[in-house]
């Protein structure tokens, strides 16, 4: 397995994650609370921590699903928190 990581500066990482979560939760298990959060997709796997600073976003998968890992959380991060306008640089592990 691959791994990418995100670490997105907000003061919403709670709110975002929770929202994450409860979307995801409608059509894969999910478990979550205010702070940490895994999300298990046919594809892959992803796991958030809170902060009152950040919001830190890593991904697991196969490397022919990596990419699409990434794109597919980071979308959906991104329509939630379109008020900040994000830009999102993921690090992948070597």
């Known amino acids: 397995m691959k791994r990418s990581t995100l670490n997105f500066s907000t003061s919403h990482g709670s709110k975002y994650l929770?929202?994450?979560a409860?979307?995801?939760?409608?059509k894969v298990p999910v478990t979550f609370t205010p702070y940490q959060g895994e999300v298990t997709l046919p594809f892959g796997t992803c796991e958030m921590a809170a902060t009152d600073a950040v919001l830190s976003v890593t991904v697991f998968g196969q490397p022919g699903n990596l990419e699409r890992l990434e794109q597919?959380?980071?979308d959906h991060l991104a329509r939630f928190a379109f008020r900040e306008n994000p830009t999102f640089t993921w690090q992948r592990a070597a």
């Open 18 to 20: 929770q929202q994450l």
């Open 22 to 26: 409860k979307h995801f939760g409608h």
């Open 72 to 74: 597919f959380v980071g």
